[in-house]
């Protein structure tokens, strides 16, 4: 565990008007370990938020593939795992490390401040951060190190805890945070969180106080409502869940209502400084398309959410997809099919023709731009939505669509959990996302349609599908499809990792068991596993725990081994 747990202490970062091009320039190592017990956590903080956000791509990627969101283009090989899901513990192995190298850079904030003293708010921040990351982690892997990381060379082996203790004190973290931003400031200047510490919310100037503690508050809180939907029907856990939903807010305003998204000065002038997810599925700085990009296609699984083959959605699909609105001729699984675009594949299809991927991936669809760029003049980009925005774009933590879908389960009846009209919340996630998918890198909506509109022609064009037309439902069953079904839709190459565990969770988006048809699963043709829906049910720890952390990682679990919330096959 040298590498994962021994603390890492950021010292290279200088935190002035340039501490964004700081902390994003790769060529200046800040995670390089030092004696340096001097460094301020007011340093740390801002790298542990970037960290953060850059492990978010590895979590996409996992559920892009196992989710149906991307399949294999053709012209490529070396596929493996990622069509059989037999993963060995060298897939998605980022994930954990990933994860914990954000992790240790929390823990020194914490470790270097209190509950009370002048630096509250960024002990507040850290540790609704890092329950952040734990929440994402134990949904990934169930037991994880908790109690006995950040310990150092203390103990360079810590314990995996249960799954439900990590998850009850990550709550209890969550909830100590919020008290700490309910309380003023101290009267000191080292309390204030300036801007450049604060890449997610802004920090806690004195004309941005109020909307920092409201902020940070609102994305613990939405943490907390995941953590307590997703453990609900766990036996283990079910009494905690009942005993800690009266800490819920009891209206919307106290959970996120816009998308929570970490923006440390990306730039486009630097291929370093790009946002990860352009640096995977787009051109670097010479303009020359990237691997990612040229090597994934869409699935027609995900395009029938938009095509017409479940639900009709072109506007989102113009958005988000290069080619959508021509025809093309897909050939999938042995049969020529055409329908509206972008060319796709279904996963573990490798017969000849099978088709490539396009210049820049195609989830940059360069719209609205009257032509679809390429190479640098695209890295340079201001005026694109969808998912792969610019070079500049930020990267989100959790969608204020996801926030609206979770309210919107939390309040039906049979879940109780917080009060609400669940029609309104599903009807406010749909907007959030087309919200969401309408911005520019900037954040500007820039849709030439409004919103308001853009979900009242999808409601009118979809009305008699019970997965749009929430109010034609008549049983919380079919709503809970209708909620997760949009939030799949919602998270689509975005937070994919979401889409695959509310599919353990619930099964929906509904499929097919063990059919092959490209619309009926998102399974991939070569699946190995015996599983009735032919699908992984998790991913393994990775190499280095069996490596380091032999007496304490879990043995026996298995890519079939289901995830403590995974709905019963």
Same mark, same amino acid.
């Given at each position: 565990m040298r590498k994962i747990f021994n603390i890492l202490i950021v010292g290279a970062v #200088? $935190?002035?008007?340039?501490a964004c091009k700081k902390f994003l320039d790769v060529n200046e190592n800040p995670n390089n370990p030092t004696t340096d017990n001097q460094v301020s956590p007011t340093l740390v903080l801002p790298q542990a938020i970037v960290t953060s956000a850059a492990a978010m791509n590895n979590y996409d990627n996992v559920g892009a593939w196992t989710a149906g969101y991307k399949a294999n283009a053709g012209g490529y090989g070396g596929w493996g795992t990622v069509w059989t899901y037999d993963f060995t513990t060298g897939d998605y192995a980022s994930v954990f490390t990933g994860t914990f190298d954000a992790i240790n850079q929390l823990n020194y904030v914490i470790n270097n401040s209190t509950a009370s003293g002048p630096l509250k708010y960024h002990h507040a921040v850290a540790k609704i951060m890092r329950s952040f990351l734990y929440q994402k982690l134990v949904d990934q892997y169930g037991d994880v190190p908790y109690s006995e990381v950040g310990k150092g060379l203390d103990n360079l082996a810590p314990k995996y805890d249960k799954y439900s203790d990590v998850y009850q004190a990550v709550f209890a973290d969550l909830t100590a945070a919020i008290d700490v931003l309910n309380t003023a400031p101290v009267t000191n200047v080292t309390t204030t969180v300036s801007a450049g510490q604060d890449p997610l919310f802004g920090g806690s100037a004195t004309a941005n106080l109020a909307n920092f503690q409201t902020k940070w508050k609102q994305f613990a809180n939405t943490i907390r409502l995941k953590m307590l939907i997703r453990a609900r029907n766990v036996s283990t856990l079910s009494a905690w869940v009942s005993t800690s939903k009266a800490s819920l807010p009891t209206t919307s305003a106290g959970y996120l209502t816009d998308d929570a998204i970490v923006q440390p000065g990306y730039t486009s002038s630097n291929a370093n400084q790009f946002n990860p997810r352009w640096s =995977?599925?787009?051109w670097n700085n010479a303009g020359a398309s990237l691997g990612s990009g040229l090597s994934n296609v869409p699935? *027609?699984?995900i395009l029938s959410f938009y095509n017409g083959g479940k639900l009709s959605d072109d506007v989102r699909g113009q958005m988000i997809y290069a080619s959508y609105g021509t025809n093309v001729n897909n050939n999938i699984n042995g049969n020529t099919i055409t329908f509206v675009g972008p060319s796709t594949n279904q996963l573990g299809y490798d017969t000849e023709p099978v088709k490539r991927g396009v210049a820049g991936s195609y989830w940059y669809s360069g719209k609205p731009r009257s032509s679809r760029p390429t190479g640098t003049d695209a890295n340079a980009a201001t005026d694109v939505a969808g998912v792969l925005k610019g070079a500049t774009m930020g990267t989100v933590l959790i969608l204020a669509a996801e926030s609206y879908f979770l309210q919107a389960e939390a309040a039906l009846p049979s879940? /109780?959990? =917080?009060?609400? /009209?669940?029609? /309104? $919340?599903?009807?406010?996630? #749909?907007?959030?996302s087309y919200n969401y998918l309408g911005k520019n890198a900037a954040g500007t909506y820039i849709w030439a349609t409004p919103v308001t509109t853009l979900v009242t022609n999808y409601k009118a064009a979809n009305a008699t599908k019970l997965t749009v037309n929430f109010g034609a439902t008549t049983t919380d069953e079919q709503k809970l499809e209708a909620i997760i079904t949009q939030k799949y839709i919602a998270v689509n190459m975005i937070t994919s990792d979401e889409g695959w565990n509310e599919y353990r969770r619930t099964g929906y988006p509904r499929i097919v /068991?063990?059919?092959?048809?490209? $619309?009926?699963? +998102?399974?991939?043709? &070569?699946?190995? &596993?015996?599983?009735?829906? &032919?699908? *992984?049910?998790?991913?393994?720890?990775?190499?280095?725990? +069996?490596q380091v952390n032999t007496e304490n990682v879990p043995k026996g679990v298995t890519?079939?081994? *289901? #995830? +403590?919330?995974a709905k019963p096959l």
């Open positions: #200088i $935190l002035s008007s340039s =995977v599925y787009a699935t *027609p699984w879940v /109780n959990l =917080v009060a609400g /009209n669940s029609s /309104n $919340l599903f009807d406010s996630g #749909i907007s959030a /068991n063990g059919a092959t048809g490209q $619309l009926e699963t +998102f399974a991939s043709i &070569k699946s190995a &596993k015996a599983t009735a829906d &032919k699908l *992984p049910t998790r991913i393994l720890y990775p190499a280095i725990e +069996f890519t079939t081994t *289901p #995830i +403590f919330y």
